[in-house]
T-cell receptor
Framework: NAGVMQNPRHLVRRRGQEARLRCSPMKGHSHVYWYRQLPEEGLKFMVYLQKENIIDESGMPKERFSAEFPKEGPSILRIQQVVRGDSAAYFC??????????????FGSGTQLSVL | KNQVEQSPQSLIILEGKNCTLQCNYTVSPFSNLRWYKQDTGRGPVSLTIMTFSENTKSNGRYTATLDADTKQSSLHITASQLSDSASYICVAVTGANSKLTFGKGITLSVRP
């Protein structure tokens, strides 16, 4: 059973370009979470999705950022018109059930986004 | 504001030695406290999850403690190995919506 798969591992974009980050959850997991980690900082929650639905996007900037988790295929985190401040490691996690007291999250290896 | 503070920021120990990592948290309402291990270039991996009614939990050479009254937790690593070199992250979870608040992590280096 493969773990959470994220790709690409590294993504380089110039300012103003679009970045698309993909996450395939573990088999049987229908809940996906995206986190951002800046250097020397802890992971920060961005968005929580369940198949075809955004459940909580309270941590995601209102502009330029969007996320989806279609019925078929991976979850996508999309950043439009990237700026240098978007440079960070973006982690995806999945779980078989929704947020619960002891629900365990399984993390992918992350995508390191570098904006030139 | 929900916060998790960890100390020390980094730690170097010799292989075979024990060490203890500290965590102070402020989240409300509190649900559970988690410790994760994050290898360089990888995602975090869960080590322990403790609810407020548990004050100790072990996972192999890792033992976590929780004092819900003082809002403190510790992770004790016994007989350290080179593969223990990683960042150890303390995470406090709120009871209202199971939101995770991450600490910045403690970088542990185990030297031969």
């Amino acid at each position: 059973n493969a773990g959470v798969m994220q790709n690409p591992r590294h993504l380089v974009r110039r300012r103003g370009q679009e970045a698309r980050l993909r996450c395939s959850p573990m088999k049987g997991h229908s809940h996906v979470y995206w986190y951002r980690q800046l250097p020397e900082e802890g992971l920060k929650f961005m968005v929580y999705l369940q198949k075809e639905n955004i459940i909580d996007e309270s941590g995601m900037p209102k502009e330029r950022f969007s996320a989806e988790f279609p019925k078929e295929g991976p979850s996508i985190l999309r950043i439009q018109q990237v700026v240098r401040g978007d440079s960070a490691a973006y982690f995806c996690a999945s779980s078989p059930r929704g947020p619960g007291a002891e629900e365990k999250l399984f993390f992918g290896s992350g995508t390191q986004l570098s904006v030139l | 504001k929900n916060q998790v503070e960890q100390s020390p920021q980094s730690l170097i120990i010799l292989e075979g030695k024990n060490c203890t990592l500290q965590c102070n948290y402020t989240v409300s309402p509190f649900s559970n406290l988690r410790w994760y291990k994050q290898d360089t270039g990888r995602g975090p991996v869960s080590l322990t999850i403790m609810t407020f009614s548990e004050n100790t939990k072990s996972n192999g050479r890792y033992t976590a403690t929780l004092d819900a009254d003082t809002k403190q937790s510790s992770l004790h690593i016994t007989a350290s190995q080179l593969s223990d070199s990683a960042s150890y992250i303390c995470v406090a979870v709120t009871g209202a919506n199971s939101k995770l608040t991450f600490g910045k992590g403690i970088t542990l280096s185990v030297r031969p």
